[in-house]
């Protein structure tokens, strides 16, 4: 069974955070990973994109202000957060498009989503 677990989420008067993805249990291989957010009211929003290579997209929101990297060793990816607004305020959720034995398809797995508050 795989499992995405978020974790670095919390309540911040602007300035940065960093969250941590980590995938765990039966990982025969992971593709691309992301992160989206959903703010109340809103549609869940994609927020970054990394491919297995390592090729970034960003949300025009999060362009120059967010990173996204992976460290495939620990199966852990993260989104370093600066310059934080309030408009930032959201769950935030992580995904994996991974492939957990050789005998079953790549699926995609959710995390439980962390919350990210930021003050104004």
């Known amino acids: 069974q795989v499992q995405l677990v978020e974790s670095g989420g919390g309540l911040q008067p602007g300035g940065s955070l960093r969250l941590s993805c980590a995938a765990s249990?039966?990982?025969?291989?992971?593709?691309?990973m992301g992160w989206y957010r959903q703010a109340p009211g809103k549609q869940r929003e994609l927020v970054a994109v990394?491919?297995?290579?390592?090729?970034?997209n960003y949300a025009d929101s999060a362009k120059g202000r967010f990173t996204i990297s992976r460290d495939d060793a620990k199966n852990t990816m993260y989104l370093q957060m600066n310059s934080l607004k309030p408009e930032d305020t959201a769950v935030y959720y992580c995904y994996g498009n991974i492939r957990p034995t050789t005998t079953l398809p790549t699926m995609t797995y959710w995390g439980q989503g962390t919350q990210v508050t930021v003050s104004s």
């Open positions: 249990g039966s990982i025969r291989s992971i593709n691309s």
């Open positions: 990394i491919s297995s290579v390592g090729i970034t």
